[in-house]
């Protein structure tokens, strides 16, 4: 009796957990999206909030200047250029105070023409600087490098009680949604183990009293007929053995669960979330981009503008291994496949299937996305995994969910008017704009 | 680096993937004999196939599951501006001896994957011919030959440097290099420096489809033209816009001058005097079909009406009708007009070049002082070098890029000599080992020209670069540098080349910049060709005249004449794309055939696909009968560029060649002869892709109307269908049980001039090359499966209209308006997805794997088709087509579509767009993938996009600008603006009645043909 009643219970609690995991689980998600989201938009508020502080000095940089700068930078210097630290190339922080912008705009242009002119503070600064030349960017405007000085000068004022750059703010931002999340889990967890123990000794202490008060009963001599033959009535477990009724419930729960697990195991044919390969190189992304916070774009060059991140070609490597760990083995490999001149044969994680089209500048660099929202804790990681599912209900599911970033884009300024005037409480969401339109995908 | 882009490996375990497959084979004993002949034994009972075939799938399931790895392969050090997955595009030059295109190549990832017109050059005008956007294709063909080779065998360069230089240096007589005709500086540059280093060194250039006669009577160059400024045109027999001199060029300028509006309501007239209905006769006002022999007494009778001589002869009345009426027009336009001819007679281009002077045009429409330099060969030459190489007095030969055993008349002359080893040393530059290359004791393959760098001159003046776009893929080389070793130089071609330009740009300081600038642009001013010389004199007018009064002939002739896909089948002989083109007038892929007028085939009980024996001057071919309306009477006519055996997979044994029919005269060669024709009886079909020839009056597809119509009122050039409603009759779109959509971001359209288009085709190959679209070979075309999400249909005029009903019965009537007319007009209509906003197709899909998007598109999602074909059942338009195999695995179509079979040929397809597999829809999508590229720059730049940022492949590809894509969402758009400027005057919608709403909006033809000509269209 004893025993049949504990097993009861635990059927119960399994129940019970089978019913409140998903939502669970579904709490757990939806604070890491939120806790993403704000992430997201506190590294596009410093700048934003920066502006005015920055206007001074920047000559003239406004809101949109300093926005546009932020893109610019990205996709131009932010390969060899922080604003605090030194990069490859000098930090930029308080270049205005260093130097004017009219110096500044032929030294972007051409720098060896600079170099070459003969100009004592170019010459001391390429001395400085391991006699390493600074490509030139013949295509940047003079307003265009204007806005950049304009972004670098909103940064250095708002970089001192925040993080520096964009990147260690979205790594905070990470990190602490992390520890949120995981607190919150916790803490249920903690309730849940009180709630199963209150109750087994609950049940326990019930069964006890039962026994005690049979005992007792049995005892008493002034029982007639039927309280006996109630007190002795014994549970027929071969009615309930061969009761339909259960037989079919039983079938059915059986046959339902056989069916979930199959069509389970059927949809995950094909996912590799998890997918975590042995890389050739044992690089760790905890060190270059955790520790060390280097910017994902520092290696990942084209994330900002092209389809694909990029993985870095081996002279990336070598801006700064050359110098740095020259002795490890793992690094000796890069060295070697250079002077065999043959390239790093990387395997692949993310694998999206050839019709489906992705675009990563779509992402970051207009819609703002942080790296970590679909690769996950990626500076925590020493060898990268497949984080998201990245199937197709995924996609769809934060297209839905996601609001545009339309704020200072040109693009969306007539298509937010229409939206809020047909309906204002909504929010314009990816998939209000057409987002989850096959052909935004598949062609 | 040749491929940066990942080695796919699967890694199941092979013992067992092996073992799974092999299973099927080994020991599967189906046998397909008669029943009764095998035993019991060797017959496998059902149960045991089905169950053999469920181990091995349940087997290959298996070994599937495993994910395959895929690998990522970086730069080892990355190009500064190359980035993946974005594209870069470099300028250079298409130029394969007749076809002249300044190209942008569109680079991705370290590889050319499309060719577009470069906007900067001020001869092609950013226009782009069909075969030249098919030209990307020739450079992962195949077929090239992969490395130099000596007398069979593999050799290395300086192997074969060595041999060449001591034989070359040992030749006992002339030392001759054929070529096509070199309109580049820098390679006649290099070519001198071999000529200087050997005695006796002579260079011979022919063209395949010879101007000899109009250099021999412009003093020895091709004077350029000028159709833009021309009020009046008379062709005997050049087909301008297709294939003559420069037609990528002509057609941009013939169409300035046809555009209207109603600000402009002013065309020039286009008179047409040919034997075959080409291109540029499809599109004339006024075309008249005569014999090849008559052109010589047309060009003198308009000769002596323009100048006051004596009287014409020998011509038909209609012809004399027709003359009379454009000498009377072209003295109207004194220095407005112009007289062309494709004529290789000198009589008859001496004559016409008379006519072009006693109109005043030398200077105006015509100059011959900034000439053309796209044709320089002389016949006699030729000729010349042929009875030399049979006679021995030829030492050593070199062939580069000539093919003349496959291309020239006495093709079989110079094979004789080179078997018979006439020459001492025979060498070919030639790509491939070609007819001529393959005969050849010496074999130096020259780069492809995207892998080369050179400079051209197609006309006095005007320069352009072509630069290297890819690492060279096979172990060739230059031939201009191949030139510089043999003539003892070490110097590269690109510091040779560089050296050059030296005396265009300056020596000065500012010479790197200028040179920079020059490779980005790809064009520049400034000359640098020597101007060509030419031997044979000009004939006196007088002689001319005397030569052309001559009796006219008698018996069938036979007129030779280029595709405008495959041109004289050359490299292009072995390329899918343009054998796939459909022929823009008998709209047949895949092979040549006789074309011949109705009335022939009906005298003699021919039958269309009836081969036909062709028999000229000893020499025959066979080739199958096509009914050709608008073939002249007692002619027929066959392309040339067919029936290679040595070219590739692709081309050989397609068509027959029609060289051999061409005469070569004294005077020049012939492109016609007169032939006698018998009836084999063995039939072979003709793929043709659209079959239905008249519209029948049917004006709801396509309009037109005449011009002194649309002067009158423009309002009335186009027939609306008005559908009746309770408040009288209305537009159709204003009664609909359908909700409309909201577009509130973009609203992709199309507007088709069908005034500006002349039916080249470059758009279906602009199309087919953006858009990976499959070729499905001759067979598919004939169970009418080709893919082409572009097609152009062309539709001829019959003499029978609905009036008629009354008269001879609705039925009798029907089936007589299904003929076209002997001498039809022709219209072009370019038909893709018409993107209709009340979709038939959509409503019918029962998995929604085509809808409707927000930016006005109908979307087909391949990965959600389940391949029912409703959706194409229920267009009207016919522009779905089905995937009936896998076009990129199933080896049927290795022949056709073997680039998506090799990783060779594979680099060429476009990343951005999926290779749809069997069993799926496939159609037009506006370029999705520009569309997306374009909004994804703008969003980038937090800004709207800009008109015209945004095109799609084929309005890009127009040489003639009659396709305009926009978005109708934007008022200020020149697409909007055209739409508003044409509403209810030549603005239509096909198919209108049925109110499908489409997103491509049609413009009505205008013809300039005056009213007593076309008889027929006043009661029209």
Not at chain 1, 95 to 113: A, D, E, F, G, L
Not at chain 1, 162 to 179: F, L
Request: charged share 20%; with cysteine; aromatic share 8%.
């Amino acid at each position: 009796m004893n025993s049949f009643l504990s097993r009861t219970s635990s059927w119960v609690l399994a129940l019970f957990l089978a019913v409140a995991a998903p939502a669970l689980a579904q709490n757990t998600a939806s604070v890491t999206k939120n806790g993403v989201a704000p992430g997201g938009a506190a590294a596009a508020t410093p700048a934003a909030a920066a502006a005015p502080a920055g206007a001074p000095g920047a000559g003239g940089g406004d809101a949109a200047a300093i926005a546009a700068g932020d893109a610019l930078f990205k996709n131009n210097c932010a390969q060899c250029h922080a604003v605090k630290d030194k990069v490859v190339g000098p930090a930029l922080g308080g270049i205005t105070k260093r130097r004017s912008i009219s110096w500044i705009i032929p030294w972007v242009h051409n720098s060896s023409k600079v170099i070459a002119s003969g100009d004592e503070y170019a010459v001391k600064l390429y001395n400085d600087n391991g006699k390493q030349q600074m490509p030139a960017f013949p295509q940047l405007s003079d307003k265009e490098i204007t806005s950049i000085v304009a972004w670098v000068t909103s940064q250095e004022t708002a970089a001192s009680p925040t993080a520096a750059t964009g990147g260690t703010t979205a790594e905070n931002a990470g990190g602490a949604d992390g520890q949120d999340a995981a607190g919150a889990s916790k803490y249920t967890d903690v309730l849940l183990i009180v709630l199963v123990v209150v109750l087994i000794v609950l049940v326990v202490t019930l069964a006890i009293i039962a026994n005690l008060m049979k005992d007792v009963l049995q005892g008493r001599k002034d029982l007639d007929g039927r309280d006996v033959e109630v007190l002795n009535q014994r549970f027929d477990w071969t009615k309930l053995y061969h009761s339909t009724v259960l037989r079919g419930i039983v079938g059915t729960v059986f046959a339902l669960v056989l069916l979930y697990e199959g069509v389970q195991s059927v949809m995950a044919v094909g996912l590799t979330q998890g997918y975590q390969p042995t890389q050739p190189i044992a690089f760790s992304h905890k060190i270059h981009a955790g520790e060390n916070q280097i910017n994902c774009a520092y290696c990942h060059t084209s994330v900002y503008k092209s389809k694909s991140a990029n993985i870095p070609s081996a002279n990336i490597c070598m801006n700064c291994h050359s110098q740095i760990k020259t002795e490890s083995p793992e690094i000796k490999k890069i060295y070697r496949a250079i002077e065999r001149k043959q390239p790093i044969q990387w395997v692949r994680i993310h694998n999206l299937p050839d019709l489906a089209y992705f675009n990563h500048s779509q992402h970051t660099q207009v819609g703002g996305i942080q790296c970590q929202t679909c690769h996950g804790p990626i500076q925590n990681m020493d060898v990268v995994y497949q984080y998201s599912a990245l199937t197709m209900g995924w996609c769809i599911n934060c297209h839905r969910e996601t609001p545009l970033n339309t704020k200072g884009n040109g693009y969306y300024d007539n298509l937010v008017k229409l939206h809020d005037k047909s309906n204002n409480a909504v929010p314009f969401t990816v998939s209000s704009n057409g987002g989850t339109e096959c052909s935004k995908c598949h062609y | 680096m040749k491929y940066w882009k990942g080695i796919e490996e699967l890694d199941n375990s092979p013992e067992f993937v092996k073992n799974a497959f092999a299973e099927f084979p080994d020991f599967l004993p189906v046998k397909e004999g008669r029943a009764g002949s095998a035993d019991d034994s060797s017959v496998a009972p059902r149960r045991d196939f089905l169950k053999l075939m469920g181990f091995s799938v349940a087997a290959a399931t298996l070994a599937a599951c495993e994910a395959p790895v895929h690998k990522a392969i970086p730069y080892l050090n990355k190009p500064e501006e190359i980035d993946p997955s974005i594209s870069n595009f470099y300028a250079s030059t298409y130029f394969t001896g007749s076809d002249y295109n300044a190209v942008l190549v569109k680079n991705r990832d370290g590889r050319p994957i499309k060719l577009e017109g470069n906007p900067e050059s001020p001869v092609t005008r950013g226009g782009l011919s069909a075969r030249a956007q098919a030209a990307v294709l020739n450079l992962y063909d195949g077929a090239r030959l992969q490395h130099f080779m000596a007398k069979g065998k593999r050799v290395e360069f300086a192997q074969l440097d060595q041999a060449v230089r001591t034989g070359l240096g040992s030749a006992s007589g002339k030392i001759v290099l054929v070529s096509p005709t070199i309109i580049s500086p820098g390679t006649k540059r290099a070519i001198a420096e071999l000529a200087g280093r050997y005695r006796s060194f002579e260079h011979v250039m022919y063209d395949v489809n010879s101007a000899s006669a109009l250099l021999q009577a412009n003093g020895g160059v091709l004077p350029s033209y000028d159709f833009s400024r021309v009020n009046v045109i008379v062709s005997l027999g050049a087909d301008f816009l297709g294939t003559w001199i420069s037609p990528v060029e002509y057609s941009r300028q013939y169409v300035t001058n046809r555009k209207v509006s109603t600000d402009k309501r002013t065309m020039s007239r286009h008179f047409q005097f040919e034997t075959a209905l080409s291109l540029t006769g499809s599109n004339a006002d006024v075309r008249v079909a005569v014999k090849p022999s008559e052109i010589g007494p047309i060009a003198l009778a308009l000769y002596n009406a323009v100048a006051g001589g004596g009287s014409s002869a020998g011509l038909s009345a209609a012809a004399q009708k027709q003359v009379a009426q454009a000498a009377k027009e072209l003295q109207a336009n004194r220095g407005a007009s112009l007289v062309v001819s494709g004529s290789n007679d000198p009589a008859v281009q001496t004559v016409v070049a008379a006519i072009n002077q006693a109109l005043g045009n030398v200077g105006t429409t015509l100059s011959l002082t900034t000439p053309s330099f796209v044709r320089q060969g002389e016949d006699g030459r030729m000729s010349q070098f042929i009875s030399d190489l049979k006679s021995g007095a030829v030492g050593a030969v070199i062939f580069y890029h000539a093919n003349p055993v496959f291309n020239h008349p006495r093709g079989a002359e110079i094979e004789e000599a080179l078997k018979g080893n006439k020459a001492a040393l025979t060498i070919s530059l030639n790509d491939r080992l070609d007819e001529t290359g393959s005969l050849c004791q010496y074999q130096a393959p020259d780069h492809h020209w995207l892998e080369s760098w050179n400079d051209y001159e197609p006309k006095r003046g005007e320069l352009s670069l072509a630069q290297p776009t890819i690492t060279p893929l096979f172990k060739t080389r230059q031939a201009q540098e191949t030139f510089l070793r043999w003539a003892g130089s070490n110097e590269t071609y690109y510091d040779f080349l560089k050296d050059g330009w030296r005396t265009v740009l300056g020596t000065n300081n500012g010479f790197q910049a200028a040179w920079d600038k020059v490779v980005h642009d790809g064009v520049a001013t400034g000359s640098a060709l020597p101007t060509p010389t030419f031997t044979t004199q000009p004939l006196s007018l007088a002689e001319a005249t005397s030569r052309l009064g001559g009796a006219s002939k008698s018996g069938i002739e036979a007129v030779l004449y280029e595709k405008v896909g495959i041109g004289e089948g050359g490299i292009e002989g072995n390329n899918p794309f343009l054998h796939e083109l459909p022929d823009p007038i008998s709209k047949a892929t895949w092979g040549n055939y006789v074309a011949v007028p109705r009335k022939m085939a009906e005298e003699n009980k021919w039958q269309q696909n009836d081969v036909l024996k062709v028999t000229a001057g000893g020499k025959s071919i066979e080739l199958p009968v096509l009914v050709q309306p608008g073939q002249a009477e007692g002619t027929v006519s066959i392309a040339v560029g067919y029936g290679r055996t040595k070219v590739g997979k692709v081309g050989d044994a397609v068509g027959a060649n029609a060289f051999v029919l061409a005469q070569a005269t004294p005077a020049g060669v012939q492109y016609y002869n007169t032939v006698t024709l018998e009836k084999t009886g063995a039939t072979n079909p003709i793929a043709q892709t659209q079959t239905h020839h008249t519209i029948m009056d049917r004006h709801e597809v396509v309009q037109e109307n005449t011009l002194a119509k649309y002067r009158e009122n423009p309002k009335e050039v186009s027939e609306y269908e008005r559908v009746a409603t309770p408040d009288g009759l209305e537009k159709p779109n204003k009664v609909s049980l359908w909700q409309d959509y909201q577009y509130n971001d973009h609203h992709w359209g199309m507007a088709v001039d069908l005034n500006s288009c002349i039916g080249c085709g470059s758009c279906v190959i602009g199309c087919q090359t953006e858009n990976n679209i499959a070729v499905v070979g001759k067979q598919q075309v004939l169970n009418r499966r080709e893919m082409h999400w572009m097609r152009i249909d062309r539709y001829y005029s019959s003499d029978h209209h609905e009036d008629e009903f009354e008269k001879n019965g609705k039925l009798k009537t029907y089936a007589a308006m299904e003929d076209p007319s002997d001498n039809p007009q022709v219209i072009f209509q370019p038909m893709m997805c018409q993107h209709c906003n009340h979709a038939p197709c959509e409503t019918v899909c029962p998995v929604l794997a085509t809808t409707h998007s927000s930016e006005g598109l109908n979307q087909m999602t391949y990965n959600r088709c389940v391949g029912t074909r409703y959706c194409a059942n229920n267009c009207p338009y016919k522009v779905r087509r089905f995937n009936w195999f896998s076009y990129y695995s199933n080896e049927k179509f290795e022949d056709v579509n073997g680039h998506m079979f090799t990783d060779l040929g594979r680099m060429v397809l476009n990343p951005d767009v999926t290779v749809r597999a069997r069993g799926v829809m496939e159609k037009c999508s506006m370029c999705i993938q520009r569309i997306q590229l374009g909004k994804l720059e703008a969003k980038k730049q937090k800004r709207r996009p800009k008109d015209g940022e945004i095109i799609t492949a084929c309005a890009q590809s127009c040489p003639t600008e009659a396709i305009l894509f926009g978005d109708m969402r934007d008022p200020n758009s020149r697409l909007s603006q055209l739409l508003r400027r044409e509403d209810g005057e030549r603005a239509f919608h096909v198919l209108d009645s049925i109110n499908v709403q489409p997103n491509v909006t049609y413009l009505t033809k205008i013809r300039n043909g005056a009213a007593e000509f076309f008889p027929q269209e006043e009661k029209a």
